[in-house]
């Protein structure tokens, strides 16, 4: 029958003894009795199945198997303090890792100010970010392998399993059109002035795009341009190739040669913006989220409406 493993407690009352030289002195050192202090030796040797000490008049000192065992206690008493920092870390912010995940649009405003914040705040966590879809990052966080995620859910139904979605915000859109449009210097747009517009959209089917609020409320575009890159589709729009929606909080990043024009409150847009983590989220992550929230409503704050 294989030998129970050894509980490191008694590594610790090994290399007292050892650095001592006597179990009483060992016993002092640690707060224990001295027959608590022989008693852990003892059960050490029984788990090892050797002498580690030699018995003396006056003291203990090393047998052959406990200078063999020396090095590997002290091993693992170097491990174990490493270990113990580095949770420590993990729970004071100084250290430790922040998985994040955010759809494209979201990395243009909302998420590097709150991650500056986090940033200058924790500096000792590691933040690392990866863009896609918010389908493939709800995946990602039920999964384990994402801490946070900013995402755009599909519908306001119940989340994924092993998923808790946080709301942060409603992100209106807005018209991309190209700089001598005559709505150029327009504001608060109707969408039937541009139903005979051609489109950009990036899938056919609008209920999969920033397009699935306006299809659900009537509003059918004529579009005949796909493009999934925003590089794309804005370059189509300054050439006058059509018009696009642009998501609100990505519009500090649109180029100069492109205006951008507001949508009448009855038409306009709104897309959900949520923070996705796991039902209980790790210290890093909550704290990242708390500053996604403050984030968000700053941009509300600034006319993000």
Partial sequence: MAAMPVSHGLYDVFLAVAREGSFTAAARVLGYTQSAVSRQVQALEDETGAVLFERLPRGVRLSEAGRVLLPHAEAVRD????????????????????RLGAFASAGATLVPRAQAAFRARHPGVVVTRVEGPSVKHMRLVAAGEEDLAVVSPATSGPAPEGVTVHHLLDEPM???????????????????????????????????????PAVAAGFRPRTGLLALDWIAKLGAVAAGLGVTLVPALAAASVRPDVALVTIHPDDVPYRRICAATPPVPTVAATAFLALLQETARTLLDDGLR
Avoid at 82 to 96: F, Q, S, Y
Avoid at 195 to 210: F, G, K, M, N, P
């Fill in 174 to 212: 807005l018209v991309a059109l190209e700089r001598g449009h005559p709505y150029a210097g327009k504001r608060n747009l109707r969408l039937a002035d541009l139903a005979d517009e051609e489109w950009i959209v990036a899938d056919e089917r609008l209920e999969d795009t920033l397009f699935r």
């Fill in 79 to 98: 491990r174990l303090a490493l270990a113990r920092a580095e949770l420590t870390a993990l729970r004071t912010l100084n250290g430790g890792l922040l």
